[in-house]
């Protein structure tokens, strides 16, 4: 079981990555797309409203240039949709036994938008474009007998309970340094915002020089928050936000 892994995508603070279905479909193109070419074979998917569940077949030994290639083109899509700095990170879990292996394509199969469809609509005419579906064909016991209907069966049954758990906590994504510190800086800019009667959305497009002047003046005097901190809150380069503190003194 060396050879197969589980890739979780999602953001730091576990924060929304789908909005509409048309992000899902963007991040299975980018799927395809990077298993060709790093020749990887997928053999389920789950998206969940803050996670990506792939499991993956990794003969050629590039299961983490696919993880970053796949976790960068949807974190730029994300930002691009969003307007704002999405921070996307992934895990690579790897496969120890069998019994884990098939449970989580039953778990898999359970959650969210998920590659069932794909099984459903198998045939071995029919080469999927995505999933390597007659790898896990394969693995599963009943599957050698061409029986569609048994392996369906046995594809949707329920999983051991011990392997809900620990996808459960798989798909945790903790708050790093990073995060919590922009997450200060975006509740010092509320706090500001309050005080002076200004809407937070307007700020960082206020023209009233003088007042991001004050809001970056008490940055610095009341937080350990850095220019680049309280740049990412105003929408301003770290350098921008140096000279306008430099002016306020």
């Keep these: 079981m060396n050879e197969i892994f589980q890739l979780i995508l999602g953001i730091p603070g576990n924060e929304s990555i789908f909005f509409t279905e048309r992000d899902e479909d963007r991040l299975l193109d980018y799927a395809k797309i990077y298993k060709d070419r790093f020749e990887l074979d997928l053999l389920a998917y789950c ?77 071995r005419y029919v080469k999927d474009p995505l999933l390597s579906v007659h790898l896990v064909l394969n693995t599963f016991s009943m599957s050698h007998k061409g029986d569609q209907e048994k392996f369906m069966q046995e594809l949707v049954s329920e999983p051991l309970a011990c392997y809900e758990v620990e996808f459960k906590k798989a798909q945790v994504f903790k708050k790093d340094k990073l995060s919590k510190r922009r997450e200060r800086a975006r509740d010092y800019m509320e706090s500001f915002c309050r005080e002076h009667n200004l809407q937070r959305d307007l700020l960082s497009l206020h023209h009233d020089t003088e007042m991001k002047k004050l809001l970056i003046k008490g940055f610095r005097e009341e937080t350990d928050l850095s220019f680049r901190d309280i740049g990412y809150v105003l929408g301003l380069s770290h350098t921008t936000v140096i000279r306008l503190y430099r002016e306020s003194e």
Aim: hydrophobic share 35%; no cysteine.
């Design 47 to 123: 998206l969940q409203k803050k996670s990506a569940h792939f499991i993956i077949y990794d003969g050629p030994g590039k299961k983490e240039l696919f993880g970053h290639n796949l976790t960068e083109a949807y974190g730029y899509y994300l930002q691009l949709v969003t307007g704002k700095e999405v921070r996307m990170s992934n895990k690579l879990i790897a496969m120890d036994s069998i019994d884990q292996y098939m449970n989580m394509m039953k778990l898999f199969h359970q959650q969210g938008r998920n590659s069932l469809i794909h099984y459903k609509q198998y045939s």
